[in-house]
């Protein structure tokens, strides 16, 4: 008989976690009789009730009276007169007695503004402490005084319930531990399944033409699971409308909310979880005391079932491990495990951590089951454990042995392990090597990382030159080399990509979703001001349940920003535009954005905009169900637009890359390449710094497009703001500026010290022609203090005020590319900076360029500008285009030299136009052959100290002395390193080099030497 088990959005709290052994009836089952007389005060929301509990000798019975209001309440036995008796805490408890009693309890029932229950003259609904319960199943026999209109359903026997006059009757055959009431004006309809089997529909008059699809759909299910299980247990089934918005499976019958129904995906998908119900939770009732499998039994069976049926089962897999990562984090306070899970309940502590591990954990446990087993013998166990447990309350323990019975293997270590599991395992490979000296092998270490080893059956895909190569390698400890011959070269492993294992996400699988912000342990949400806390109030109610701090804009620090998952209640504040640059969500909707915190790379930062007047708190009260989403769009009248984030599947491991080609006969000439660049505003032409042929191809562009059209400006990374007066000054036309004066004045080989000859030419056309020449950059320092605090709040005011506004580091690929840039930094000593500062600096270097682009551009509507930074800075997709783009709309080209560079892997992604330039270099700049350095500040001579004489210069031969302190080289003084390099600048081998020096120990006398200057080789060699 039907037990009250699955509740789909709710869940009575109520629910008895009891359950009697499987033969407690087998002589008494006629004598646990409970009679229940029911009538209402549909106006004045009032049930009123008499319940007759018959207690069998030997047996003790406690009873719950949990928000009754007690009327009367006596104890009656053959050889005692009736006891008036009265509850103690709510409870009535009565120690086992050789004589069989019967306990009479009358009581009222005022019920008003409930989740679980109604009482009106719209509908009955009773699902929650409504009735005397008492701590073991009874048959029931329910009669209640209703309405003439009225229909009801209880856990009964037969349907439609008995109706004399205007009292009800429902009858139960076998015992069950809790009873549900609904009544109200339904039109009942029904819809034969086959002999002896009758699906109804119980809607309102207003729903009744859905009435005849949910008919058709119930039964096909039914169908369907008797062919898979067994025989539907019971003889009839009912689909019963609700007032109330529930999702309830009472055996026999489901009761779902009035609103539900009207959504069109209820039929595919929650009917038919109801329904198995039926079989698992209701015939075959939980041992909760030991543990609740059948939540992720019936998932499997039901809602992941569905989405594999139709295609996307690998989808539904990566969601519920997205799920499944946002919730079960290591390091849980109270870690809970697959065997803790016993209530479905929300009105539990950490209710969305024990409801994922149930339902997503236990469907990914009888996912791997199957796995394990084969898809036949799993489903025999399936059908083995319901023949054998039905009518009785059964366990993990009754499931293993079922299983084990049909398949012959002992499955004690799968089922232990996997039960104790508190959080999801981590897999990865590691010393990946290609073995082809005796045939073709591909070597590697299959690792995993979890608190106690579990059995793991790990799907290994390999792709050749033939196709994809799919392996299963079975790991049972933390390590085990494995050796897989193959007929080809391997070009990609990966593990796992259709996602039958329940581990944890790589942070290339991993996508952002709103859940993940939900179950992160730390939250910070960040409001813009008082006048905004108070527009976004709804929100921040309906997240009461999930502990956050709150903020303001202009309390919160840059640094915190990296130490918490973010949700920003409002775009358009300070710290949002800092991390995402502005964003623009549709008007007249309320947006809910979820993405990578970049400065956190196991965090998400949610941006929610709401420009509506008034849907803010219809979409807050329903968020929590959109949990799986990474973009959320709701409009009035309309379904929500949703998105979740694509990602790679699998654990990806990349052996080969494949070269890019094409056809030569689309290869266009330079010429006509720069009559499309007409089109464009802005130019962008990657370098690698110290290319030659980079910088070549970067003049020929500038003087082609100079020629074509003269209003045109050069915007250089190398210099930074700070230089541009210098840049003026000695580029405006008719400048007298000499080049080392510029050099001095601009600080060049402070702000860049790469060679400058390899820009000479770019500036000598600029300064003759009169060209704009833009320095882009932020100054170093302030990159370089970013990079090591690791934030920006050490800055002073008066920087933080200076840099600009809207940083974007979330564009595609930016964090993961900046990462990697970022690990070989740290891997090659070149620095002690966090990766969020890191990101950061890179972003405020971007974004300062992008800034200043833009500027001139708006401030010279006739001009062009030709933009010349690192071929990172140029990338299409994530460099400085995207950037200028957000901040004016104008056409743009990133040019790329690919000769000798790796960036020809991504062209796509990187630029738009690539040529083929020829590789050249400069001549190696001769040496004196000396090692230098600043002379102390204290000290009275200005000049640079020689700490050593190079052997492979004629310095020494010269009469060059180590402590010699240098002071002018040919007719330019020199007091730094920068006047060393401008006066060195033009240098040749075998020059001869005056050279003046200070010399002596306490009086410092002038000594010029000359010098004759040599080129050492290749390599970093003294000045």
């Known amino acids: 008989m039907p037990y009250i088990l699955h509740f789909f959005l709710l869940l009575s709290a109520t629910l008895l976690c009891c359950s009697w052994s499987k033969n407690v009836y087998a002589d008494n089952v006629a004598n646990f009789q409970y009679n229940l007389a029911l009538s209402f005060s549909l106006e004045n929301n009032r049930l009123t009730g008499t319940a007759k509990i018959e207690i069998p000798p030997k047996y003790p019975l406690t009873v719950s009276l949990a928000r009754l209001a007690i009327t009367g309440a006596l104890i009656q036995s053959p050889n005692e007169t009736e006891k008036e008796i009265k509850p103690l805490d709510d409870l009535l408890h009565f120690d086992p007695s050789d004589q069989h009693r019967t306990l009479y309890i009358s009581y009222q029932r005022d019920v008003k503004n409930e989740p679980g229950n109604l009482v009106s003259p719209e509908g009955i609904s009773l699902t929650d402490s409504w009735y005397p319960e008492p701590s073991v199943p009874y048959i029931y026999t329910v009669s209640a005084r209703l309405p003439r209109d009225f229909s009801a359903i209880s856990q009964s026997d037969h349907f439609p319930l008995t109706k004399k006059e205007n009292i009800t009757t429902a009858h139960s055959v076998a015992p069950t531990s809790s009873i549900s009431f609904t009544a109200g004006p339904y039109v009942v309809d029904k819809l034969r399944v086959r002999d002896n089997l009758y699906v109804y529909s119980m809607f309102f008059r207003e729903d009744q033409e859905l009435a005849m699809g949910y008919l058709e759909a119930a039964a096909a299910y039914i169908k369907r699971y008797e062919n898979d299980i067994a025989p539907f247990p019971y003889n009839h089934y009912v689909i019963v409308a609700n007032r109330l918005p529930t999702g309830y499976g009472m055996g026999s019958y489901t009761l779902l909310g009035q609103m539900v129904l009207r959504l069109p995906f209820i039929k595919s998908t929650s009917l038919g979880h109801e329904i198995v119900h039926s079989w698992f939770g209701n015939a075959v009732e939980v041992d909760y005391q030991n ?134 395992p981590e897999i990865w490979a590691e010393d990946i090597q290609i073995d082809s000296r005796n045939g073709i092998h591909l070597n590697f270490t299959l690792r995993q990382q979890a608190k106690e080893p579990l059995p793991l059956l790990i799907p290994v895909h390999i792709k050749t030159m033939s196709g994809i190569h799919k392996i299963v390698q079975t790991l049972t400890t933390s390590s085990r080399q494995v050796s897989i011959a193959l007929a080809d070269l ?33 939250k910070l949400i ?63 909707t309320v947006t809910v954005d979820i993405r990578k915190n970049p400065l956190n790379p196991e965090a998400v930062a949610v941006v929610i905009s709401d420009t509506t007047n008034d849907l803010g708190s219809s979409v807050a009260r329903k968020l929590q169900h959109y949990g799986k989403y990474s973009y959320l769009e709701f409009e009035s009248n309309k379904r929500p637009e949703t998105v979740i984030k694509e990602s790679v599947n699998g654990i990806s491991y990349q052996l080969e890359n494949l070269p890019m080609g094409g056809s030569t006969k689309e290869l266009s000439s330079f010429t006509s390449i720069i009559e499309e660049l007409l089109t464009k505003r802005v130019i962008y032409i990657g370098e690698t710094h110290n290319s030659l042929a980079d910088h070549q191809l970067q003049l020929r562009v500038i003087e082609a497009l100079f020629h074509k059209d003269p209003n045109l400006a050069i915007g250089m990374e190398m210099f930074p703001t700070s230089s541009q007066q210098s840049l003026d000054e000695y580029t405006q036309a008719g400048s007298l500026m000499d080049e080392k004066t510029f050099l001095k004045k601009s600080d060049y080989f402070e702000v860049w010290r790469y060679d400058y000859r390899l820009f000479r030419n770019i500036m000598n056309f600029a300064k003759a022609h009169g060209l704009p020449v833009r320095g882009l950059n932020l100054d170093r320092q302030i990159v370089s203090e970013v990079y090591s605090l690791g934030h920006t709040d050490g800055l002073s005011d008066e920087i933080k005020e200076s840099l600009v506004v809207d940083r974007n580091l979330d564009l595609p690929g930016y964090q993961e590319r900046l990462s990697s840039v970022h690990d070989a930094h740290i891997s090659g000593n070149h620095g002690k900076g966090t990766s969020s500062g890191f990101i950061q600096a890179q972003a405020l270097w971007d974004e300062t360029m992008a800034a200043n682009i833009a500027e001139f551009l708006q401030a010279h509507s006739d001009y062009r500008m030709v933009v ?80 050593q004489i190079s052997p492979h210069g004629k310095a020494k031969a010269a009469g060059l002395k180590e402590a010699d302190i240098l002071i002018r080289i040919n007719d330019s003084p020199v007091y730094d390193m920068a006047d060393l390099r401008i006066a060195m600048i033009d240098a040749q081998e075998g020059d001869m080099a005056e050279v003046e020096v200070l010399r002596g120990k306490s009086e410092k006398k002038s000594h010029v030497i000359k010098v004759e200057l040599t080129t050492p080789g290749t390599g970093t060699s003294p000045p």
């Open 868 to 947: 010349i930074a690192g071929t990172q800075h140029t990338r299409k997709d994530s460099g400085i285009p995207p950037r200028v783009a957000a901040r004016i709309d104008v056409q743009q080209a990133s040019l790329l030299n690919i000769y000798d560079d790796s960036n020809s892997r991504n062209l796509l992604q990187t630029s738009d136009y690539f040529f083929l330039a020829e590789n050249i270099s400069l001549p190696e700049s001769p040496k004196i052959g000396i090692v230098l350095s600043s002379t102390a500040d204290d000290s009275q001579y200005k000049g640079l100290v020689i700490d």
């Open 490 to 522: 391997p070009l990609a492993l990966t593990l796992d990509p259709e996602y039958t294992l329940l581990r944890k996400l790589s942070s290339k699988e991993w996508t952002p979703v709103w859940s993940t912000f939900l179950g992160a342990e730390k």
């Open 291 to 424: 543990g609740n499998w059948c939540e992720g039994l019936t998932a499997f069976l039901a809602d992941h079932s569905y989405r594999a049926a139709s295609g996307q089962g690998r989808e539904d897999r990566k969601e519920s491990l997205t799920k499944y990562q946002s919730y079960v984090h290591a390091g849980a306070t109270h870690p809970f495990a697959l065997k803790d899970f016993k209530s479905a309940s929300h009105n539990q502590p950490m209710a969305d951590y024990k409801r994922t591990v149930g339902y997503n954990g236990g469907a990914f446990f009888f996912h791997e089951l199957r796995e394990y087993l084969g898809e036949l013998t799993f489903n025999e166990g399936v059908r083995e454990f319901y023949i054998t447990n039905k009518d009785t309350a059964a366990t993990w323990k009754d499931l293993q042995l079922s299983f084990e019975k049909v398949s012959g293997k002992n499955l004690e270590s799968f089922f232990v392990s996997k039960l104790n599991m508190v959080e999801a």
């Open 526 to 588: 960040i409001v813009e001001s008082e006048a905004a806390k108070v527009k976004y109030q709804p929100f921040l109610d309906a997240l009461r349940p999930y502990p956050a701090k709150i903020v303001r804009a202009d309390e919160i620090t840059n640094q915190q920003l990296s130490e918490s998952s973010l949700l920003f209640l409002g775009a358009n504040q300070h710290p949002c535009r800092s991390l995402f640059g502005k964003i623009s969500h549709k008007e007249n």
